[in-house]
C-alpha cells in the first residue's frame, strides 16, 4: 500500500477544520489519516500557515544538503591532511596516492583524482615500455 503524502494546504485544511469545531475522530476518518498522524502534524505544524510549513521544508532541504557537503569536504580534508606529507609532483606518485585514498578513506576514484589533481586518464594510463629499450637490441646485432 503506497504511503500517502499530503500536501502543505491539505494539512493546514485538516488542522484548521478540526480548530473550527469537528471532532478530530470526523476530520481524520474524511481525510484518511490516523489520529496519531493528526496528533504528529498539530505537533509539527500547529499555528502555521502553509506558506510557513514550505518554507520550512525548502530550509529542511538546504540544510541537508548543506550537511552532506560539509561532511564531503570535511572527508577530502582529512584525506589531504594525511597525504600531505608526500610531495606528489610526478604522475606515478600521484597515481600511487590516489590508490591510498581509495583504499584508506573508502573514496571513489573520481573523488579522489579529484582531492589531489589528477585527471582519471592520467591515472588509468599504462606506460609503453617498449619503446624505453635501446634502438639496436631488437635487430640481434
Same mark, same amino acid.
Given at each position: 500500500?503506497? +504511503?500517502?503524502?499530503?500536501?502543505? @494546504? ?8 478540526v480548530? &473550527?469545531?469537528? $471532532?478530530?475522530? /470526523? =476530520?481524520?476518518?474524511e481525510?484518511?489519516?490516523?489520529? *496519531? ?11 502555521m500557515? *502553509?506558506?510557513d ?5 525548502? !530550509?529542511? /532541504?538546504?540544510?541537508?544538503?548543506? +550537511?552532506?557537503?560539509? &561532511?564531503? !569536504?570535511? @572527508?577530502?580534508?582529512r ?8 610531495? *606528489?609532483?610526478? #604522475? *606515478?606518485?600521484?597515481?600511487? !596516492? ?11 576514484? %573520481? ?5 589531489? #589533481?589528477?585527471?582519471? $586518464? =592520467?591515472?588509468?594510463?599504462? #606506460?609503453? $615500455? %617498449?619503446?624505453?629499450? #635501446?634502438?639496436? &637490441? /631488437?635487430?640481434?646485432?
Open positions: 500500500m503506497r +504511503k500517502a503524502r499530503f500536501t502543505e @494546504h491539505q494539512i493546514i485544511a485538516v488542522l484548521k477544520s480548530e &473550527a469545531g469537528r $471532532t478530530v475522530k /470526523d =476530520v481524520c476518518r481525510a484518511g489519516i490516523s489520529e *496519531a498522524s493528526y496528533y504528529n502534524w498539530k505537533a509539527n505544524f500547529g499555528g500557515e *502553509a506558506s510549513i514550505k518554507k520550512m521544508k525548502d !530550509l529542511e /532541504d538546504e540544510n541537508r544538503r548543506l +550537511k552532506q557537503m560539509f &561532511a564531503d !569536504l570535511s @572527508h577530502e580534508c584525506a589531504l591532511k594525511d597525504v600531505i606529507e608526500k610531495k *606528489a609532483l610526478k #604522475p *606515478a606518485i600521484k597515481r600511487e !596516492l590516489v590508490s591510498y585514498l581509495i583504499v584508506q578513506f573508502a573514496m571513489s576514484l %573520481r573523488q579522489a583524482c579529484r582531492t589531489l #589533481p589528477l585527471s582519471r $586518464t =592520467v591515472f588509468r594510463y599504462q #606506460p609503453d $615500455t %617498449r619503446r624505453d629499450e #635501446p634502438v639496436g &637490441a /631488437d635487430r640481434g646485432g
